[in-house]
C-alpha cells in the first residue's frame, strides 16, 4: 500500500543488494526503515527517522518517485542528500487498491505514467501499453528518431507482471553473433532498435532465435512507417508477423499537447538548482519545429542550463539553431542583460549568440545601447 525507495551507494547492486530502504505514505513521510537506512539517513544526532518527511532528508518530493521506478537505467536514478552527497534510488510502486469507481481511467503504472504529460492522444496510448505490457504480444514502436521509442519499450518492459532482463539490440550492419550470444540469455524483453535495418542473415538470424528462445518478448522500433505494413515491410513475411503483432505509434514533438510538461520536467532532470524558464524563452523553444524530436529538446535544454548563470534560464542561453541564428527575437532588454551577464565583453556576448562580434556591436549601436563608465 505504501511506496518503498531503496538505495545503494553504487548503481550494480541498487536491485540486488540495497544498503537500504524506507516506506513512504502518500505525503511523503517515512512509516517504515530499514536498519541501513536508519543508519545512512539518521546518522545526524541519531535520530529516528519514523515520521520525518523525505524532504528534509532529499532534495526529493513523493511526487517524484516514478522517476526512481524501473523505467530509467540505474545510474540515471540519483538521489541527492541535504548533506552534499548522493546515493542511487529505486522506487517500487505501491499495489493500487481496487476502487469501482464510474468513468474513471485506471492509474498507469510508474515507468508509464512519467512518460507523457496531459496529452488525451498519448494518455490513451499508454493505457494501451499498460494493457500489452502484461501480454507476450510482439510489439512495434513506430515513430521519427528522437520520439523516444526505447525509454516506452523500458516502460513497456518494467511495468508487465514478469518484466526479467532488458535486452537492447542495434539492427544496422551484422548482428547474427549477436543473436547466437542471446541464445543463452536471461528470459525477459528483447528490444531490437531500428529492425527496418536487418539485412537478409539477420532476419533469419531473428528467426531462429524466436523459434529457440519462447520466453523472450520481442519488442521492436522503427522510424520508417512501411515497416508496418505487410505489402512494403522490409521484413520478409514469415518474420514480419512475429515482429509486428500490436502497433504504438509515437506522435512527433511538434504535435504533442503536453510540450510545457516535458519542458519542465527536461529542466528538472537537467539541473539540481532550481531554475525556470523565462516567457521568451519558453515562447522560443515552443516555436520551434523540433526535427530531432525529445532527443533534440533534451540536448537544448542542457546546452541552456549549462549557459545559464542564475536562477532563470532566458532567450541568450538557448543554443543557435542552423544558420547562425539563435533566436526569431532579439528585443532590446534581452541583449543588455546578455551583455551585462557577459560584462560588456563583445566577443563573449557573440559567442554566446553564435554570431560574429560586428553583429553585437551594430545591435548595440542601432538600439543605443550604452556600456558603464
Not at 116 to 133: F, H, I, K, M, Y
Not at 154 to 179: D, N, Q, W, Y
Not at 219 to 246: E, K, N, Q, Y
Request: net charge negative.
Amino acid at each position: 500500500r505504501e511506496w518503498v525507495l531503496r538505495f545503494s551507494s553504487s548503481p550494480e547492486f541498487l536491485e540486488v543488494d540495497p544498503e537500504g530502504a524506507i516506506a513512504l505514505d502518500g505525503s511523503g513521510r517515512i512509516v517504515g526503515r530499514t536498519h541501513g537506512a536508519q543508519d545512512r539517513l539518521g546518522s545526524s544526532g541519531g535520530k529516528n527517522l519514523i515520521g520525518e518527511c523525505i524532504e528534509n532528508l532529499l532534495d526529493l518530493t513523493v511526487d517524484e518517485l516514478p522517476n526512481l521506478t524501473r523505467g530509467r537505467p540505474s545510474e540515471e536514478r540519483v538521489l541527492r542528500l541535504r548533506d552534499g552527497s548522493g546515493l542511487f534510488g529505486h522506487a517500487i510502486a505501491p499495489q493500487n487498491v481496487r476502487h469501482v469507481r464510474a468513468r474513471r481511467q485506471p492509474d498507469l503504472p510508474g515507468p508509464l505514467s512519467v512518460f507523457a504529460g496531459p496529452d488525451p492522444s498519448l494518455q490513451s496510448l499508454l493505457r494501451l501499453c499498460a494493457r500489452l505490457a502484461h501480454t507476450r504480444t510482439p510489439l512495434l514502436v513506430l515513430g521519427e528518431t528522437g520520439t523516444g521509442k526505447e525509454t516506452l519499450a523500458r516502460a513497456i518492459h518494467s511495468s508487465g507482471s514478469a518484466p526479467g532482463a532488458f535486452h537492447a539490440l542495434r539492427c544496422a550492419g551484422t548482428v547474427e553473433e549477436k543473436f547466437l550470444e542471446l541464445m543463452d540469455a536471461a528470459a525477459g524483453t528483447l528490444f531490437l532498435r531500428g529492425v527496418e535495418d536487418l539485412d537478409d542473415g539477420g532476419q533469419t538470424a531473428l528467426l531462429t532465435l524466436l523459434e529457440t528462445r519462447r520466453d523472450l518478448r520481442l519488442i521492436a522500433s522503427s522510424s520508417d512507417p512501411r515497416t508496418a505494413d505487410p505489402a512494403t515491410s522490409p521484413l520478409r513475411m514469415d518474420l514480419h508477423f512475429r515482429v509486428v503483432g500490436g502497433l504504438i505509434p509515437l506522435p512527433p514533438l511538434r504535435i504533442r499537447q503536453d510540450f510545457d510538461w516535458l519542458l519542465d520536467r527536461l529542466l528538472q532532470y537537467a539541473s539540481s538548482e532550481l531554475l525556470r524558464l523565462s516567457p521568451a524563452a519558453r515562447a522560443e523553444l515552443t516555436s520551434r519545429k523540433w526535427p530531432g524530436n525529445v532527443r533534440e529538446l533534451e540536448a537544448t535544454i542542457d546546452i541552456a542550463v549549462a549557459l545559464c548563470d542564475g536562477a532563470v534560464v532566458d532567450l541568450h542561453d538557448l543554443p543557435v539553431l542552423p544558420g547562425g541564428v539563435a533566436s526569431s527575437v532579439e528585443p532590446e532588454e534581452d541583449l543588455e542583460a546578455l551583455l551585462i551577464a557577459c560584462d560588456w565583453n563583445m566577443a563573449q556576448a557573440a559567442r554566446r549568440l553564435g554570431v560574429n562580434r560586428s553583429t553585437i556591436l551594430r545591435r548595440v549601436r542601432k538600439v543605443g545601447l550604452v556600456p558603464p563608465s
